[in-house]
């Protein structure tokens, strides 16, 4: 088949809806565009696991602590899916871990924020896991398969890993007045930040004409965001918190929506660009976790190596 043929057939799977499939032909911006969306999603994943690790051994009950270790274990998880995801594209994991602690590559804006106080662990499975399914629903239909079927799966982790925070949240706002205030200290401090996960205005968007051309996305950032304020509004109703300070959220009548200010995007650019509170913190992290587990990567190889021996031998 010559490439124009090649390239119809593309055309011709994504018109129709299919997907598109590691061994199928694509062009090549395709394929890196999905290289980097899906591993900023994967260091999303584990670099996500920092700010609530932080609160593993000071959870305030053993059932706290349970459910906490399990979401964070979750992430590590949905971390694996999305690089395995992204290593079908052609690219190693050695490549991707060093794009992520060479500061290549980018991981979501929202944990380059510190957790200064356990309402920050609730607050952030509502408003964070809330904000990451609202866009993570539309990636269950992206059009590279194993992106796809990774986000069916992760969504289904997602969605209880937002019940739970609600829930704690609730325990706080329904509890003494000084955990009323901590919840509402965690609202306002991740308010913003979590407004700035679906990424800049849809005019600042560079990457979504593609996005949105090859299915990669099917809703833009904008949109996406309006849809989140229209949902978590009345869930911050019901936990009678206040709006955070400057939000200005209004409900529009003509509109049906909330109206709502937008994030300090030039406070966005800055922590994408590394000078957010917490990113050489993160960075360290994960470096030194890489580094520390070099042994067990070096004892699974050898593992693997052996049962290959055996299976040759026998
Ligand atoms: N943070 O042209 P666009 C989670 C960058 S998972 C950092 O609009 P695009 C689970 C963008 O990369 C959360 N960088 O880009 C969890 C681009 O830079 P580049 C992660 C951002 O790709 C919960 C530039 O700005 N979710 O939370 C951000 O069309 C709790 C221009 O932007 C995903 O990754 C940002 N917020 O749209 C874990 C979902 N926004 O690459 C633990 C998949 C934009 O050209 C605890 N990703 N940038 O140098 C996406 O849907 C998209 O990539 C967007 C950005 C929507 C993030």
């Known amino acids: 088949m010559k490439t124009l043929d090649f390239e119809q057939l593309f055309e011709s799977k994504l018109a129709n809806g299919e997907m598109i499939e590691p061994k199928d032909w694509m062009p090549e911006n395709y394929r890196k565009h999905n290289i980097r969306q899906i591993s900023q999603h994967a260091h999303s994943e584990i670099v996500g696991m920092l700010p609530e690790g932080n609160w593993i051994t000071r959870a305030p009950s053993l059932r706290r602590k349970l459910v906490l270790l399990a979401k964070v274990q979750d992430e590590g998880g949905h971390g694996l899916y999305l690089y395995t995801a992204a290593e079908s594209m052609g690219i190693s994991r050695d490549e991707l871990l060093d794009a992520l602690h060479t500061g290549k590559a980018k991981y979501s804006s929202i944990f380059n924020y510190p957790t200064l106080t356990w309402a920050d662990v609730p607050a952030i499975g509502w408003l964070v896991d809330g904000a990451a399914i609202m866009n993570q629903v539309m990636l269950q239909r992206t059009s590279y398969g194993p992106y796809s079927r990774a986000m069916i799966r992760i969504c289904k982790e997602e969605s209880f890993h937002q019940r739970q925070g609600y829930e704690g949240m609730c325990a ?70 206040d709006y955070p300070t400057n939000s200005g959220i209004k409900w529009n009548e003509a509109k049906q929506e909330y109206d709502f200010n937008e994030p300090d995007w030039v406070e966005f650019k800055n922590v994408i660009s590394g000078n957010g509170p917490c990113n050489k913190e993160r960075i360290e992290a994960r470096v030194k976790a890489h580094n520390n587990g070099a042994w067990v990567r070096a004892a699974a190889a050898a593992y693997a190596e052996k049962q290959k021996q055996k299976s040759v031998a026998a």
Do not use: C, H
């Open 172 to 241: 706080l706002a329904f509890g003494t007045p000084d955990q009323k205030k901590m919840a509402q200290d965690a609202l306002n401090r991740f308010w913003f930040p979590t407004l700035m996960m679906f990424g800049p205005p849809d005019k600042e968007s560079p990457n979504s004409e593609n996005a949105l051309k090859w299915r990669i996305k099917r809703e833009t950032n904008d949109e996406l965001r309006q849809k989140f304020v229209n949902q978590t509004v009345p869930q911050i109703d019901y936990l009678g918190l």
